[in-house]
């Protein structure tokens, strides 16, 4: 079993939809968590990033943490073709940032 | 400052041979991490430096991989006797003391051995 599961998709939508991303793990020493969108052949970019459990908002995006079921999950609302790339979450036990563990990614497409 | 940058982009190298990537860090972070990516993957994570000092390699780091950071600033990542399982992009991040756990990703070297 890997350390941190993701769907990988493709998942797809409509334009304006509500999409759920979610990730499973395993290492409850877990503690930080972000959330990153990477389009084709770039850098994986920073969307969120939260600290034990609870929600954290940021305009379209919604990040939730549940530490005691081992999941973690973004949201996103209203939907855009620009939204369509792929969703990665990380994760790491701490110790100043060390050793972050990345899922494997679900793909998102968005349809006009 | 435009973020993180790597260089080359793009690399085609044959078996065997040594290449070499770099990375500049956004100016005032202090930690820089290397990972490698590969096709439907995740990053995984290589190495960690806080300033000049390495602090963590990932046991995916064979002796044929080292990377420096001479002076606390750039970062070199070097590939000794390339293999083809060394395809893969591999991607520079950075962070600052005071937000450890943003990390900022460069576009990434995309490295091709035939």
């Known amino acids: 079993q890997k350390e941190v599961e993701q769907d990988p998709g493709p998942l797809s939508v409509p334009e304006g939809a509500i999409v759920s991303l979610n990730c499973t793990y395993s290492n409850s020493a877990f503690q930080y968590f972000m959330w990153y969108r990477q389009y084709s052949r770039k850098g994986p970019e920073l969307l969120m990033y939260t600290y034990s459990s609870g929600n954290k908002e940021d305009g379209r995006f919604t990040a939730q943490v549940d530490k005691s079921s081992k999941y973690i999950s973004l949201f996103i609302r209203d939907s855009q073709p620009s939204d369509s790339a792929t969703y990665l979450c990380a994760m790491s036990a701490g110790n100043y940032g060390q050793n972050f563990v990345f899922g494997p990614g679900t793909r998102l497409s968005v349809l006009p | 400052d435009t973020g993180v940058s790597q260089d080359p982009r793009h690399k085609i190298t044959k078996r065997g041979q040594n290449v070499t990537f770099r990375c500049d860090p956004i100016?005032?972070?202090?930690?820089l991490y290397w990972y490698r990516q590969t096709l439907g993957q995740g990053p995984e994570f290589l190495t960690y430096f806080q300033n000049e000092a390495q602090l963590e390699k990932s046991r995916l780091l064979s002796d044929r991989f080292s990377a420096e950071r001479p002076k606390g600033s750039f970062s070199t990542l070097e590939i000794q006797r390339t293999e083809q399982g060394d395809s893969a992009m591999y991607l520079c991040a950075s962070t600052s003391g005071t937000s450890p756990y943003e990390q900022y990703f460069g576009p990434g070297t995309r490295l091709t051995v035939t």
């Open positions: 100016s005032e972070h202090n930690r």
